[in-house]
RNA sequence: UGGGACGUAGGCCAAUUGGUAGGCCCCAGGUUUUUGGUACCUGUCAUUGCAGGUUCGAGUCCUGCCGUCCCAGCCA
């Protein structure tokens, strides 16, 4: 992380390389040229960090440029949007501009080429100039109209300009060469008529430019030095340079690094549109979106948008970002700066027992634990509170230091409180817990100085302020949603549970004083956001922009391998990534599941049985530990007889197993058996020459 | 199938340009803690796609194979 500053991606190095060289007097200008046709997302964003970080550093210019060479999927309302998101994400353009700019000084190029003999205006049909061109392995053929006079073509391309001909009947060919490994080279398509209102230049033109030939020339007029596209344009570089230097003009250098790509997501515009067209989901903006609006609705903050893109790097191999790591920054970003504010999402009613009836005070609480420039707010206490539904049980599991009958635990910055009573209705569900509290524990310190782990967030239930919490999560439940099942589509993968809306939420009376887009903690639970749009002092909506890092899950997970605990808990981030070896519950485990086993070889050093169960055996197994590893293995009917010649085998430990406590004993691992004759267990054994500890694969 | 590119841990990115593989995420464990958060520490994980070759020495150079992606729009 200290270093990511002094790191280098590939294009930095290039750009060195010509600064070292004095290329380009030293300049550096990039640009960010998308299609005014959709909006942006964290693909994008990727790029635009990229080109404006990169002029930031070598103190060059970046501009932003719509490439706007297609009037019938272009719109101005995307502008708009495109404009927003970039500034949103903190960056400024050095020149605006579109392609539409240019389209004079195309023209005028374009003529260039006529003269020159090096365009031509083609007369097949679409139809046609598809079957002229060949495929992989068969050459293009030369149009019979290749070799119009000059003459003629420029007559022609005259009229085309002015409108004589219908779309599609004539375009203008760059003459290169038929035969050309590269496609693109087969006297590619310069011009095209398309007789349409475009969003700048309205009915100005009945001819537009292809990209090929506009891309260049943009660059070149705005001086651009390092061109900067994604893989897919490596093919076009030969068409890139053959335009420019075919021209007395600027000439900047392409280079094509790979495009973003986010498990648990999709990015194209075609899905992402889809997936708004269809309702999916509400919106361009919606926060389970990809897109910077989405995100920033999330409550993803511009600063973990930028940290992102760095730390994902650049390079020119296909990659897939892991969604845990955009998790990841967006925690760490939001933990420097956000507030923390109490707020219950599951409430579940506390009666002080020996609390006055209409006593309230206020307790002071910092917020930000770490910073107290933050400064600190008061949050009133009475005699009924709010706290979480999940940090109660009934039945206490192993390691639970929440709250259940009789334990006590800390209200944060109030008081101890002990739980003395249970109250259901009729269904046997839980509606009030009756507490009492130490009076000599005002701020949450034991006056005797005992130990209480356990800390639980809460609202007074007399000040509490009803909000709204919209829950979300990732909106597929793959990481590679595109790959859909035999005969299903990719929209089968969609995580039918990425939103909850919950309404009967409480939160402290400090949740008065956010305004919209303001960014909390809720503390123990997650980073929220107020929302953009809908939140307001009568209506306080939050959006949850992620978890924070729960481990208790991950212990409970890991003690019961049932996750069907407590209730209404989605699959968030940790527990997909998180897939854990279970033989427990599941007959099978996958390939992926076994490629996380450390198997040792390890030699059993002893064997016995164990009193009372009539399966298994007691095995001592040395895998090159200071400490033999005791085993508890279900092969007792296979060896019973036979105890004494295990000892000195050579055997298949599963290592990395987490400790068991068993009713016999600690188990610290397991022994690979095999169904062995008559349906009973046999062990694989290791033979040649293996030594305790060495790995299996 | 012709051409273009790319293969370094489960994911992403490095490696002084030929000197003996490192960081972050994930995962596991621990310390601190009035958030089971944060921070910090420790650990697991790579014979660098494979096979040859050059060299005292190869992730870096050479040869051959294999795999993945892109290109046959009058889209960008």
């Not at 570089?237 to 973003?260: G, K, M, N, T």
């Amino acid at each position: 992380m200290a270093t990511e500053a002094a790191r280098t991606n590939f294009i930095e190095d290039i750009i060195n390389e010509d600064l070292k060289q004095g290329k380009n007097n030293g300049k550096v200008a990039t640009r960010f040229p998308p299609e005014p046709n959709g909006y942006l997302h964290i693909g994008h964003a990727k790029s635009i960090c990229l080109n404006f970080g990169i002029a930031k550093k070598y103190n060059g210019t970046c501009n932003l440029r719509f490439d706007d060479t297609n009037p019938e999927t272009e719109e101005t309302e995307y502008v708009e949007s495109i404009k927003e998101d970039i500034e949103w994400l903190g960056f400024k353009w050095d020149g605006l501009f579109f392609a539409s700019d240019y389209f004079d000084a195309m023209y005028d190029h374009a003529m260039t080429l006529v003269k020159d003999g090096k365009a031509y205006v083609e007369s097949l049909t679409p139809d046609e100039i598809r079957q002229y061109r060949g495929d992989f392995n068969t050459p293009g053929k030369n149009s019979p109209y290749r070799d119009r006079p000059v003459e003629e073509n420029i007559t022609l391309f005259l009229e085309m300009k002015a409108g004589k001909y219908k779309d599609g009947e004539i375009c203008l060919r760059a003459k290169i060469d038929m035969q050309s490994p590269n496609m693109n080279l087969r006297d590619p398509i310069v011009y095209r008529i398309r007789h349409a209102h475009h969003h700048r230049t309205g009915d100005k033109w009945c001819i537009y430019p292809m990209y090929d030939w506009a891309h260049g020339l943009e660059d070149s007029v705005e001086g651009i030095t390092h061109s900067l596209c994604t893989l897919e344009f490596e093919n076009h570089r030969p068409l890139y340079d053959w335009f420019l230097e075919q021209l007395p003009v600027h000439h900047p250098q392409q280079i094509e690094f790979a495009r973003l790509n986010l498990s648990f997501t999709v990015m194209s515009k075609r899905k992402l549109l889809q997936l708004v067209k269809e309702n999916h989901v509400n919106g361009w903006d919606d926060p389970r979106m990809p897109t910077i609006c989405g995100m920033r609705r999330r409550g993803v903050s511009p600063s973990a948008l930028r940290k992102f893109s760095d730390r994902i790097g650049i390079a020119k191999r296909e990659n897939v970002a892991d969604f845990a790591l955009l998790e990841h920054i967006v925690r760490e970003d939001l933990n420097e700066t956000s507030p923390r504010i109490m707020g219950v999402i599951n409430p579940l009613l506390v009666e002080i027992e020996n609390y006055p009836e209409d006593k309230e005070e206020y307790f002071d609480a910092p917020l930000h634990p770490e910073d107290d420039r933050w400064g600190s707010r008061k949050i009133p206490f009475g005699k009924h509170v709010y706290i979480e539904q999940d940090d109660f049980r009934e039945d206490a599991p192993r390691k639970w230091f929440r709250l259940s009958p009789g334990k006590e635990i800390r209200l944060r910055y109030a008081c101890l409180i002990t739980c003395k009573d249970v109250l259901k209705d009729d269904n046997g569900n839980i509606v009030k817990l009756i507490c009492t509290f130490d009076p000599e524990s005002r701020g949450g310190t034991a006056p005797d100085g005992r130990k209480v782990k356990g800390t639980s967030h809460w609202v007074s239930a007399k000040h509490a302020v009803k909000i709204t919490v919209r829950q979300y999560d990732r909106l597929f439940n793959v990481e590679n949603p595109n790959k859909a099942e035999e005969g299903q589509s990719w929209l089968d993968n969609l995580n039918p549970n990425s939103l909850e809306v919950l309404e009967n939420c409480y939160a402290e009376p400090y949740i008065k004083e956010l305004n919209p887009e303001d960014r909390i903690q809720f503390e123990r639970i997650g980073y929220f956001v107020a929302d953009r749009f809908e939140f307001s002092k009568d209506n306080p909506v939050f959006n949850r922009t992620v978890t924070l890092r729960d481990s208790w899950a991950k212990i409970e997970k890991n003690q019961s391998g049932s996750a069907d605990r407590g209730k209404g808990k989605q699959p968030q981030a940790s527990e997909t990534a998180a897939k854990k070896v279970e033989t427990k519950d599941e007959d099978y485990i996958s390939i992926d599941d076994f490629a996380k086993l450390d198997l040792r070889v390890g030699t059993i050093k002893s064997a016995q049985l164990v009193d009372g169960a009539d399966k298994l055996l007691k095995l001592q197994v040395d895998i090159g530990e200071e400490k033999p590893r005791q085993v508890f293995a279900g092969i007792r009917k296979r060896y019973e007889t036979e105890i004494d010649a295990l000892v000195g085998k050579n055997v298949v430990v599963v290592a990395n197993l987490k400790p068991r406590q068993m009713k016999f004993g600690l188990s610290e691992g397991m022994i690979l058996a095999a169904g062995g004759k008559q349906n009973r267990l046999e062990l694989a054994e290791v033979l040649g020459d293996t030594l305790p500890g060495d790995t299996v694969s």
